[in-house]
């Protein structure tokens, strides 16, 4: 995965889901340079790399829980490792 350590922080847009908690969402125009359209289309992409990866994580979360619910403890560990392998490769920003 490429260093994405030196990409901006994006803001946050808040939005309301049929009365829902309040979605924060990143805005993805702050990663655009309008004076470098070769960068930004760079930057984009890696962005677009770091949402697969929580994606990813998201996925193997979601499996540790349901095999520890089923209480195939050793199954959820692998999910979890990797989850923690996809955490170690995120930047800074996108981190919790």
């Not at 901006?8 to 924060?24: I, L, M, R, T």
């Not at 994606?55 to 089923?70: D, F, L, P, T, V």
């Not at 209480?71 to 800074?92: H, M, Q, S, T, W």
């Amino acid at each position: 995965m490429k260093d994405l350590s030196q990409l901006q922080k994006p803001s946050f847009v808040n939005v309301d889901y049929d009365g829902c908690a309040d979605v924060e969402l990143p805005n993805l125009d702050c990663f655009v340079r309008p004076d470098d359209a070769g960068e930004a289309a760079k930057d984009l992409h890696a962005v677009s790399e770091v949402f697969r990866h929580l994606a990813s994580y998201a996925e193997g979360k979601q499996m540790g829980m349901i095999c520890r619910i089923k209480g195939e403890i050793g199954k959820a560990k692998c999910f979890e490792d990797a989850c923690d392998n996809v955490y170690r490769l995120l930047p800074e920003w996108a981190k919790w």
